[in-house]
């Protein structure tokens, strides 16, 4: 069985850091792309970012390149995502999902909640 | 990226049939046949219903179908049921140097 398990969010200050994780199991993890999304409290979804298979290409939305950093570790079958310069529009529940080629995400994790504020 | 267009909401009695429009670019939705939608109920993960602009997953029921004209994608629900109230979303491949882009997304009403 698929399961991504996200772990890592929590309340932080802006300007602050945090990092997420993924735990990934019951498939070949070096097999797939993986992203973030995030939806803000009410809103619609993004994707945040995403990663190749073998970690030689990165994507990024604009809102985010220089501060978000998708990094991943086949050998422990878990993905990252390094938030830093935190901001109050950061805040949302952050997704992993298993990425089968153009976006078609088959499997997602349940989310976790960062909350950027003072 | 600008966010494709959806309606905001949709509604309909059980039974009947909804479309939600999926309005992109010929930089996303006119340029690829990779068109996806995704289910969201309130609180939890969204969940693969379309993929490919037509294609449906293993367990998604064949009420659910898809389709696309020019820079338009289109979902249809037919014999709405219940448990299809949720947000909808659609996702558009925009070319192997960005992000994909989602849609605005639609609520469905069940009435």
């Known amino acids: 069985e698929v399961q991504l398990v996200e772990s890592g969010g929590g309340l932080v200050q802006p300007g602050g850091s945090l990092r997420l994780s993924c735990a990934a199991s019951?498939?070949?993890?070096?097999?797939?792309?993986m992203n973030w999304a995030r939806q803000a409290p009410g809103m619609g979804l993004e994707w945040v970012a995403s990663?190749?298979?073998?970690?030689?290409?990165?994507k990024y939305m604009d809102s985010v390149k220089g501060r978000f950093t998708i990094s991943r570790d086949n050998a422990k079958n878990s993905l990252y995502l390094q938030m830093n310069s935190l901001r109050a529009e950061d805040t949302a529940v952050y997704y992993c999902?298993?990425?089968?080629?153009?976006?078609?995400?088959?499997?997602w994790g349940q989310g976790t909640l960062v909350t950027v504020s003072s | 990226q600008s966010a494709l267009t959806q309606p905001r909401s949709v509604s309909g009695s059980p039974g009947q049939s909804v479309t939600i429009s999926c309005t992109g670019t010929s930089s996303d939705v006119g340029a690829y046949n990779y068109v996806s939608w995704y289910q969201q109920h309130p609180g939890k993960a969204p969940k693969l219903m379309i993929y490919d602009v037509s294609k449906r997953p293993s367990g998604v029921p064949d009420r659910f179908s898809g389709s696309k004209s020019g820079n338009t994608a289109s979902l249809t629900i037919s014999g709405l049921q219940a448990e299809d109230e949720a947000d909808y979303y659609c996702?558009?491949?925009?070319?192997?140097?960005?992000?994909?882009?989602f849609g605005t997304g639609t609520k469905v009403t069940v009435l």
């Open positions: 019951g498939f070949t993890f070096s097999s797939y792309w």
């Open positions: 999902a298993r990425d089968s080629g153009f976006y078609v995400a088959g499997y």
């Open positions: 990663i190749h298979k073998d970690g030689s290409q990165k």
């Open positions: 996702c558009s491949f925009a070319g192997d140097h960005a992000l994909g882009v």
